[in-house]
Structure formats: structure tokens, C-alpha cells
């Protein structure tokens, strides 16, 4: 089946159709990761999003029930030069194109990334209107135009949990079958904000020593501290954090008791919120897994995964509360904070790594090493 893809500028990008046969809009992105895609469809951060990938060839290893970020897939529409006609790994138990239909999203091949990903670098992320079932081009490009876009939305509450849960898994035990295995011991009790949170992320922390509990992005910082925990994680999430006004405000109350506190992507810019900062839109956003970044303590540069459209603007926090510890080799931005006077941090990259390099994985150990203090 044939597709298109229309931008708000009026730009078109022909293809042909796979996964769901629909019509949808959102915000298109390009992710310049070379592996992991099933990861990268599942990532909440991604709600409300289109996304191109850069890397030439997907869908070879198919999908399985273990590399998932989340219970199904979270962007809008997922765009690539060329789908695998062919599945082979002994973990796959169905296509891509299957897995998308069955889902409801629609995906759409042989189309020209690169063109359409130095389109996005010059003229910035924009929304735009899919379609796999012989929608019009004038008809898609007037939606992609209407479209009300992710800037100031509440995209949070799409992928948040409904109700708190606990959280033990560990990652997967390397030459095993499949499966993951429950983490052995947990002497530090974390309570989780979900704002779209990864479960590789919840696996890192078990694995180092956390008991999880998992809670909306609503829950009040009273209801936050009458579970008694160790330390406050503040998750990855999609869409603008200055959408959600009550995650910072819950923050801000947080940090009065002084309990170490790690934020991640969203959580780092919500954390920026509540110390009084202001975060801005960027271009066309940090998508990928070989982002550098360096960190200002010891000079070490890191590369690193990345999915977020928003950054924290350092002019806007307070230099005698606030120390700036990463900042991004390729744009400038702040990739990292810690608090003068607290046991807090937070990060604007994904350091479990799903996918991407591990180079920043000991920051779990770090969040750790708080509490244990």
C-alpha cells in the first residue's frame, strides 16, 4: 500500500505502507541511533511523535516480548528507508510491520530519510499528518497545519500508570533462556515518578540495590513521603515539561526534606522547573545514542543516549544553589545538575542504555551512594 507523509511547511514524502493502515498526525523527529529500534517505538518519551530513522536498513531481527521499554508502542507513526522483507533471530516472534498493525500504528518505508532528516535540521522538528490509507496530500498537509502540537500539552498523563506498583526485576541474565530475573537484594527503599518511564531504567535501579515503587505523575509529595522512601527517582517522559505545572510543584515540595533525588530526561527539566528555572524548545531535539557529553568534575567525555526536544536554560537557575556538571559537546546544552546544598541530581540523558552505550551507568551507582549516606 502506498504513503504519505506531509509536513506543515507543505513538504510530501512518498512511500509505501506497513504496519497499521490509518491516518494520524504528530511531531516529526529523527533518531540517529544504529540499533534498537524495537526500544525506540516503545519509549513513552516518544508520545506525539513521528520518528525517521536515520540508520538505512530496519526490521531484520523482527520483534520479541523482551526488548520493550513499555506494554506497546508509543509513537505516533515510525518511518524508515527500508523494511527488512526478512525476520532472523532465534528471540523474534513476529515482524515489525505485525507487531505496529496489531498496535494500530502505521509505518511507512522506502522513503528518502536523509532528505527528510536534513529537512528537520534546517528548518526544525514540525508537525505532520501519516497516512496509509490513500489520504490526499492536500488533505494530510491541512491536518499536519491544524494539528494542535505538543508545545505547553500535558502529553504525561497518555503514558503515566494508573495506580502505584512495585517494581523488582532485574536486567537479563546474559546465556540464559529468555526471561529477566528478580534482583536479589534491595536495602534502599525508591519511589519512582512515572512520567513515562523506561523499564530498563527500573531494572538499573533494582539491579543496583533499589526496591521500587512506581507512581503517577500526579501523586502529591505528602502521599510520596508516606511511603517512607530512601530516595526519589524523577523518570523520562514525553512532551513539554512546562505542561505539567503539578510534577514540579511536587518537586519543589521534595526538595525541602532533604532525601536524595535523581532525575533522567523530563525529570531533569521538571527538577529545573521546580528550583525556579525555565526550560526551551530545541530545534529538532536530541534523538540517538552517540550524543557526547562531558562531564565538567573530571573532564571525561561520555557519548551517550538520548530522546528529549526540550533542554533546561542554565541562564535561568541560581549559580550559588545550582552546579552545572555535563554540558553537550554538539549544541552547547546542559546535560547535567547537582544541588550545592542537597543530595540531588539529575541528567538529561538516558544512562541505562536502551538502547545506546553504557558509558553512563555508574550514575545509578551514584544515586546510590546518596542514599547510603
Known amino acids: 500500500m502506498k504513503g504519505l507523509l506531509a509536513l506543515e511547511d507543505g513538504t510530501i514524502f512518498e512511500g509505501e505502507g506497513f504496519g497499521a493502515q490509518t491516518t494520524v498526525v504528530g511531531e516529526v523527529v529523527f533518531n540517529t541511533s544504529m540499533t534498537g529500534y524495537q526500544e525506540i517505538i516503545t519509549d513513552p518519551s516518544y508520545r506525539g511523535q513521528m520518528v525517521a530513522m536515520t ?42 510491520s505485525d507487531y505496529l498493525a496489531r498496535h494500530g500504528i502505521p509505518g511507512l518505508s522506502e522513503v528518502d530519510t536523509r532528505a527528510l532528516t536534513r529537512h528537520i535540521r534546517e528548518r526544525g522538528a514540525m508537525k505532520a499528518a501519516l497516512s496509509t490509507e490513500g489520504a490526499p496530500a492536500d488533505t494530510l498537509v491541512r491536518m499536519a497545519r491544524e494539528w494542535e502540537g505538543l508545545e505547553g500539552r500535558d502529553v504525561v498523563q497518555e503514558v503515566t500508570c494508573s495506580e502505584p506498583y512495585h517494581w523488582i526485576e532485574g536486567v537479563i541474565r546474559q546465556f540464559q533462556p529468555h526471561g529477566f530475573h528478580p534482583s536479589e537484594e534491595h536495602p534502599f527503599h525508591v519511589v519512582a515518578y512515572d ?63 532533604g532525601l536524595p533525588m535523581f532525575g533522567i530526561c523530563l525529570g531533569h527539566q521538571i527538577l529545573g522547573l521546580a528550583l525556579g528555572g525555565r526550560t526551551y524548545k530545541l530545534k529538532f531535539g536530541h534523538h540517538g545514542g552517540n550524543q557526547p557529553v562531558r562531564d565538567e568534575a573530571t573532564g571525561v567525555v561520555q557519548i551517550t543516549a538520548q530522546n528529549h526536544n526540550y533542554a533546561v536554560d542554565p541562564e535561568s537557575l541560581d549559580p550559588s544553589q545550582v552546579t552545572i556538571t555535563h554540558w553537550n559537546l554538539n549544541d552547547g546544552t546542559v546535560e547535567g545538575m547537582r544541588l550545592k546544598n542537597r543530595p540531588v541530581f539529575s541528567v538529561q540523558y538516558h544512562p541505562e542504555a536502551s538502547p545506546g552505550p553504557h558509558d553512563a551507568d555508574y550514575l545509578f551507582g551514584q544515586f546510590v551512594e546518596l542514599m547510603k549516606r
Not at 508509543?74 to 522483507?85: D, G
Not at 523506561?198 to 526496591?211: E, Q, T, Y
Not at 522512601?229 to 518537586?251: E, H, K, M, Q, T
Open 55 to 96: 540508520v538505512a536498513h530496519v526490521g531484520n531481527v523482527g520483534v520479541n516480548p523482551e526488548d520493550v521499554e513499555s506494554a506497546r508502542p508509543q509513537v505516533q507513526a515510525f518511518i524508515v528507508r527500508e523494511l527488512s522483507p526478512v525476520v532472523s533471530n532465534w528471540r523474534a516472534v513476529e515482524s515489525l
Open 195 to 257: 512520567f513515562g518511564v523506561k523499564w530498563n531504567i527500573l531494572r538499573r535501579l533494582a539491579d543496583h540495590g533499589c526496591r521500587v515503587t512506581v507512581v503517577p505523575a500526579t501523586t502529591p509529595a505528602t502521599e510520596v513521603l508516606a511511603l517512607s522512601p530512601d530516595g526519589i527517582f524523577l523518570s523520562n517522559g514525553p512532551g513539554d515539561p512546562a505542561g505539567v505545572p503539578y510534577a514540579a510543584r511536587a518537586v519543589a515540595e521534595l526538595l525541602e526534606t
